[in-house]
């Protein structure tokens, strides 16, 4: 087999979450470990000053977007411009975008196009809280529905998510760098790091904190986030009052973080596969999380962590209350954590995705159209 090109199309590949993350370990392990040629497409300078490290071998491209009544034709005409100038063999893309979901409709395929979901069927990027925007989530979540089923090759992150989409693909889950290292429990830090975005709910979880913090006078909640987003922080703390709340602006010396804490809290309104519950587990931090749709429940067992019905802020109080008192079930937690995350080893993973792609691009029963020019 002649050496794969592989393009990736994403919104931004230069932010500090979780699928940028993805993408740069899936992208500089494709081209270091596999020698696959890797091309990365973003949109509106989405690719300046990348958060992660980007291997100096992989090709980013970028295309204008504008919000308007041809952001549609713009897209198609930029995107196939850019299939025609890298050849690609594969295309993944990993944009949940409504866009994304149409994807099948617009572009012309010329190679395998894989479609990846990173987020739930679920996902709520606002308030619902008046007629308008249950219309604007009712249509969005008629195009998610109707999109999907035009996509021919899909990877979900875990069984739960391909049952929650309901369509059959592949089961490919994140992936994380295995480390030796393992937390002491006795700190008395809460840790959370995540994305300042309505559907990562850290309001929730300082409405909780909130509740609790008079009782644990030397324990503190640190949170890793961006300081602009869908919520003001300092209101949110003023809002409930909380005082040992310590914001902190994204880290790419996660280990440093995850070393320092004892407990680590999600309080997500949605998530697809969260990297920082796969990471805690790397660094045998205990999690708590609420079982929210539909990730944490993929990662998080009775025996590895803590999961609190979604929306039960009192019994996620008293189980938070508990964990902080509790140094053996902190110990036990964490060592059941640290063994569990071994299955999420990124030789192993992408393995997965290399067979997976291969047999793609074997199987494709049109020829390449860029292999004959």
């Known amino acids: 087999m002649d050496k794969i090109r592989v393009l990736f199309i994403v919104p931004k590949a230069n932010r500090a979450g979780g699928v940028a993350k993805v993408l740069s370990m899936r ?24 958060f992660f490290a980007f291997d100096s071998r992989i090709s980013f491209f970028d295309i204008k977007l504008k919000k308007n009544l041809f952001f ?4 198609k005409k930029q995107v196939e411009k850019i299939q025609n100038q890298f050849k690609p063999d594969v295309i993944l893309l ?32 606002f308030a619902i809280q008046n ?62 790091i995540t994305r300042n975005s ?17 009782e644990f006078l030397d324990w ?36 440093k973080e995850y070393l320092s ?10 998530e697809g596969m969260p990297m920082v519950l796969l990471e805690a587990s790397n660094y045998g931090v205990p999690i708590i999380a609420y079982d929210c749709p539909v990730g944490p429940a993929s990662i998080l067992t009775k025996q590895n962590g803590i999961l609190i019905e979604n929306n039960n802020s009192k019994v996620f109080v008293e189980n938070l209350s508990h964990l902080m008192s509790t140094n053996d079930l902190r ?27 291969e047999s793609l691009i074997d199987k494709q029963n049109v020829p390449n159209l860029y292999k004959s020019k």
């Open 331 to 357: 110990d036990t937690l964490s060592k059941q954590a640290k063994e569990s995350s071994k299955q999420y080893d990124i030789n192993r993973v992408a393995l997965k995705w290399k067979v997976y792609l």
């Open 94 to 125: 990993l944009d949940n975008g409504l866009k994304a979901f149409l994807f099948p409709f617009f572009i012309k395929k010329i190679c395998p196009v894989v479609f990846e979901i990173h987020a739930s069927k679920w996902v709520v990027e």
């Open 27 to 50: 992208a500089n392990y494709f081209c270091r470990e596999f020698g696959y040629e890797v091309g990365i497409l973003t949109q509106n300078e989405g690719h300046e000053n990348p």
């Open 261 to 270: 804490s004892s407990i680590f809290a999600m309080t997500s309104r949605q």
């Open 131 to 192: 007629y308008v925007s249950k219309i604007k989530y009712s249509f969005q979540q008629f195009i998610r529905n109707f999109g999907i089923r035009k996509h021919d090759n899909i990877v979900y992150l875990s069984k739960l998510s391909e049952k929650e989409w309901n369509k059959k693909g592949e089961i490919i889950s994140n992936p994380i760098v295995l480390s030796d290292h393992i937390t002491n429990v006795n700190q008395k830090r809460v840790l959370c």
């Open 220 to 255: 503190s909640l640190y949170i890793f986030i961006e300081n602009e987003g869908y919520f003001n922080l300092e209101s949110l703390k003023n809002k409930f009052n909380t005082q040992r709340v310590v914001f902190n602006v994204p880290t790419l010396d996660v280990e």
């Open 72 to 75: 549609i034709f713009h897209y």
């Open 198 to 214: 309505y559907e990562k709910g850290v309001d929730r979880l300082l409405e909780i904190w909130s509740q609790i913090e008079s």
